[in-house]
């Protein structure tokens, strides 16, 4: 093994330490401190410290070292180690001024390293700006610039201190990575400053307070100054004794003569007091990180390719870089004998992207690694994406944060996705962990960024002894999470499997909810992309394990399948089924997942099909026995994908078999009596089919009740039947039933329903006057229209043009005469009498009229109304009734008026007088003549609108109502009434057409300004 000598100038216990670890690593034959490293469960960076000799290791770090060597740790080294803390602790606090000043005579610069700086720092204009500003007035407050390993923090300050410098600053730059580097470091800058040698020597020996001397001079500098603090991830480092890092007594102060910055992972307002202002580094923005990328190698391929290598990197500064440059070095002829190796040479950002998704996070670092001195080792691996964040893990254990590395392991195992926190049990963190530790340790994540919280709060149901929602959740970071699961696959198979066990735990926790049931969709749509992560990671070396993992697939697939998310759960089946091939052929997870595979695959023919679920069957009815529910799964689609009458009596059969192992209401037990009445119905067996149908809603209505989702589902269901066979006005009743629980959150039109259910429903909802939400139904019914294949039909422009009239009661005219027009257009080659694209070009010109772009409407109904020449229907008529409206906008009234007259009377003799269309045109007609002032006439077509509206609403009507107030009005001006009569019958009115509008409506108002004007 290859190590640098042992620290000679430290206690011969320190070194002792080191020396009997060395021997123990030789013995069990470790080849290199990486291996060493591996087997421990370290970071190299930990061992390479402990075998220096230059400090004490932590017990924890020597036990594990220990063990990795096959040796017990014993009370005996527990004594070593101690005595060798105590020595090290005496030796430092008697270290000569000169000895801790020189680790490396005349090579430790306080300069800043700008030589590291990138061309150009990207992302990050408004924050320098910002510290750019406080460099000429310096705030009262410690800049503190904080984040996840890897996010560019000291780039910031890199950038920072070359501005500052521009502006003649004196610019100190000190690492605090290291004790005694920090100290070397602020004894350069006093002497920098102009504190006396003699002082110095004094202070640094022990005389007095060293920070208290160098902030004296500081705060007295005549010279505005920039001091950066990099690395600053132990605070404790830089507080004085008793003290905390931002109290104002150790090395981090405010000054009027200049600014202190702090870079470090550690965000906490504890740590650095009240008055800090602390700044989140984040990754960067996903086009500054393609430029990242560009300015390193922008020979490797187009811009949206480096967006999509960002993206895949998590824009990650750290990562972009480690990619950048090596696609440039690439460029100059490294890995030119790559191809030897059987892997091809990577040029473009496309081949990068590619080989991360085969080799993983550690290919970041490739040619990076190389022999190093321990000195150096702690930079090195900062700029290692595969290396920097085992160092904050590292800095959490030497603080005895015990189970900060056991979480993040486990974490590992998930997505970088939302992770519900009360998932987590603190009892399977490496053994019996107290609740409080395991809180101890996530806060600790957190504040290092390893981790971060969101809260999670749509969600209609949680897991039983959950809190209610909003749930506080953790993420971390795509790359931070892929590195954890490298070293977790490096780990020796018992502390691997020690880690998916706890997994396998988690998984079985979040996917305990039922996922057939709506209400947990918004529960599983959180917790599936960490199964789907489970799924991809998990070992196959304990079958146990992976057998928990796939039911816990299994269940999620359930939730995609009845979620109607089918491009989700056919994209999830390749997965389930590659990790299942380990298991045996006749086991119940394989054979349930081979089901789900055949489910999903779509380029199978019918007959293969059959032969596939007819396999499974046999072989879960001689595993399972005829009454599992997996064996009912397959039996329920083999059955549908048999020829009508055999699949119908084959589903009867599961029918039976579900209602008596599940019972009738169940969602399995619900979609084969769907399907079997489907069959009956397709054999002609309509008046089954429709009992069945009935059936299924009465019993919903019974076990789940009327609000529930299925209920819902097969009540349109149930609608779209009994439309079909020309039972329309029931029809209508159950759509009405299901439009009055939309948008409650148990039902908003799902993809449950078929594109003919859909559109009911938004007629529904646009009769109820909900038109936002019935746009959204018409909008989904076209989608289920171009999924279907039906984007080419007429009824597919029929719905479009509904959306369009939906658009225009929105008071969205411009964009409903937008679409209007775009379908008129594709509709171009239709013969000019096209019934559909008649109605088009009608609703056009209302939309014209209603935009007040009257001279064009009239002519788009002119031009209608001359290709329906000689058709006397009551579309028609319906498209003179609209013209006529816009004459009146065009000053035409005689005109409008001969035209009304003509179609009230037409439409009352074609389809009644007390119809609705016919009864609309003869108010209009009454309202035409009263505006001309031919009253009798008026009088005459308003008592015919009210005898009509009598028999059709009855007197409580408010149509009946508003009639008797012109009649009574017009009965007066004609002379057919006196006052008091008149008086009596519109207060008689004004009563109950307050009921219908409110005091304070336009037919209420107009009633009382008449009284008035009676007197």
């Known amino acids: 093994m290859d190590l640098t000598p042992i620290e000679s100038t430290a206690p011969a216990e320190v070194q002792a330490v080191a020396r009997r670890l060395r021997e123990c690593a030789h013995r069990a034959g470790y080849p290199s401190l990486r291996d060493l490293a591996s087997a421990a469960g370290l970071s190299p960076s930990t061992v390479s410290e402990a075998l220096s000799g230059g400090r004490t290791p932590s017990w924890k770090t020597v036990t594990a070292l220990l063990k990795a060597c096959d040796v017990a740790a014993s009370p005996a080294w527990l004594r070593l180690c101690e005595e060798a803390k105590d020595a090290e602790r005496r030796w430092r606090q008697n270290l000569p001024a000169e000895a801790a000043t020189r680790p490396t005579p005349g090579m430790y610069s306080i300069r800043p390293p700008i030589g590291d700086l990138p061309a150009r720092v990207r992302g990050r204009d408004a924050l320098l700006d910002h510290l750019e500003g406080l460099l000429t007035a310096p705030p009262q407050a410690i800049q503190v610039l904080h984040g996840l390993g890897g996010c560019g923090k000291t780039t910031i300050a890199l950038e920072l201190a070359r501005r500052a410098a521009e502006r003649g600053h004196q610019v100190f730059w000190v690492s605090a990575h290291q004790h005694e580097r920090l100290l070397v470091g602020m004894r350069e800058i006093a002497q920098e400053i102009g504190v006396p040698e003699d002082e110095l020597n004094e202070t640094w020996g022990g005389g007095g307070s060293a920070p208290d001397l160098l902030w004296r001079y500081l705060d ?317 990671g998990v070992p196959d070396d304990d079958r146990e394990t992976l057998t928990r993992v796939l039911r816990a697939g299994l269940r999620c697939f359930a939730y995609l399948v009845f979620s109607r998310r089918f491009g989700e759960s056919e994209e999830f089946s390749g997965p389930l089924y590659e990790r299942s091939a380990v298991l045996d052929p006749d086991d119940p997870v394989r054979l349930a997942i081979r089901h789900r595979r055949t489910f999903s695959e779509s380029d199978r023919t019918p007959e293969q099909t059959r032969a596939e679920y007819r396999d499974i069957l046999d072989r879960q009815l001689a595993v399972l026995g005829p009454d599992d529910p997996d064996t009912l799964i397959t039996w329920h689609n083999w059955a549908t994908a048999l020829d009508d009458a055999e699949g119908e009596e084959q589903l009867r059969a599961v029918v039976e078999a579900r209602t008596r192992v599940l019972g009738p209401a169940d969602p399995y037990t619900l979609l084969s009596r769907h399907a079997w009445s489907d069959a009956l119905d397709a054999l002609g067996r309509e008046a089954e089919a429709e009992a069945e149908k009935r059936a299924i809603v009465a019993d919903c209505l019974r076990l789940r009740g009327d609000v529930d989702y299925y209920t819902l589902v097969h009540r349109a269901y149930l609608a779209s039947h009994m439309t079909a066979y020309g039972h329309e006005e029931a029809a209508d009743a159950e759509y009405d039933a299901i439009a009055g629980s939309y948008g409650d959150g148990t039902f908003d039109g799902d ?19 909900r038109y936002p939400e019935a746009e959204a139904e018409y909008r989904a ?10 984007d080419d039909s007429n009824e597919f422009v029929h719905v479009r043009r509904w959306l369009g009239r939906n658009l225009r009661s929105q008071d ?86 001969a035209e009304l007259r003509e179609v009230a009377d037409s439409l009352e003799e074609l389809i009644g007088a007390e119809a609705e269309l016919a009864r609309r045109a003869s108010w209009c007609h009454a309202m035409a003549l009263l505006s001309l002032d031919r009253l009798v006439e008026a009088l005459v077509r308003l008592e015919r609108c009210l005898a009509a509206e009598l028999t059709a609403l009855g007197s409580e009507s408010r149509d009946a109502l508003v009639s008797r107030r012109h009649i009574a009005e017009t009965r007066y001006r004609l002379g057919l009434a006196d006052g008091a009569e008149t008086t009596a019958e519109l207060t008689a009115v004004l009563f109950a057409l307050v009921f219908h509008d409110g005091e304070d409506g336009a037919q209420p108002t107009a009633v009382r300004r008449f009284l008035a004007e009676l007197g």
Request: aromatic content about 4%; some cysteine; proline content about 5%.
């Open 812 to 897: 969205r005219t411009e964009e409903s005469l937008a679409l209007f027009e775009e379908v008129i257009a594709e509709c171009a080659d239709r013969p000019a009498t096209d019934p559909t694209l008649l109605a088009l070009r009608h609703d056009y010109g209302d939309g014209l009229a209603n935009a007040g772009r009257y001279a064009e409407a009239e002519a788009e109904q002119t031009a209608v109304l001359e290709l329906r020449a000689g058709t006397r229907d009551s579309t028609t008529l319906q498209e003179r009734h609209c013209r006529a409206h816009i004459l009146q906008h065009l000053d035409r009234p005689e005109e409008a008026e």
């Open 220 to 536: 007295t500098s005549r010279t505005k100054w920039l001091l950066v603090i990099d690395n600053a991830d132990e605070p404790g480092l830089l507080a004085a004794d008793d003290g905390v890092p931002g109290d104002g007594t150790g090395w981090l102060r405010t000054s009027p003569a200049g600014t202190a910055v702090v870079t470090t992972r550690v965000d906490s307002p504890d740590v650095w007091g009240g008055r800090a202002q602390r700044h989140l580094v984040d990754v960067l923005p996903g086009e500054d990180a393609a430029d990242v990328l560009i300015d390193l190698a922008g020979h490797a391929g187009a811009r949206e390719d480096a967006l999509r290598l960002a993206d895949r990197l998590g824009c990650l500064p750290l990562a972009l870089v480690s990619a950048g440059r090596y696609l440039d070095r690439a460029k100059h002829g490294a890995n030119l004998l790559r191809r030897r190796t059987g892997r091809a040479r990577i040029t473009t950002f496309g081949d990068y992207r590619r080989e991360l998704g085969t080799l993983g996070a550690d290919f970041l670092d490739e040619g990076r690694q190389h022999a190093v001195d321990s000195t150096s080792l702690e930079r090195l691996h900062r700029r290692l994406v595969g290396r920097t964040w085992e160092i904050s893990l590292d800095l959490l254990e030497e603080r005895d944060v015990g189970p900060a590395r056991g979480l993040m392991r486990l974490i590992s195992c998930f997505a970088p996705a939302p992770l519900p926190v009360d998932l987590i049990d603190p009892a399977g963190l490496d053994g019996d962990v107290p609740a409080s530790e395991a809180s101890r340790a996530l806060e600790a994540l957190v504040d290092f960024h390893l981790l971060n919280v969101t809260e999670i709060g749509d969600l209609a149901a949680v897991p039983a002894d959950f809190p209610e929602p909003p749930l506080p959740c953790v993420t971390g970071h795509r790359l931070v999470l892929e590195v954890t699961a490298s070293r977790v696959r490096g780990l020796d198979r018992a502390r691997r499997r020690a880690v998916w066990r706890r997994a396998a735990d988690v998984l079985g926790t979040a996917t305990g909810p039922v996922p057939e049931e709506r209400a947990n969709w918004d529960w599983y749509r959180l917790v599936t992309p960490h199964v789907r992560a489970a799924v991809d």
């Open 781 to 790: 019914t076209l989608t289920a229209m171009r999924d279907e294949g039906y």
């Open 751 to 769: 993809g449950a329903l078929s594109a003919f259910a859909h559109h009911q429903l938004a007629h529904a909802l646009d009769k109820a006057g």
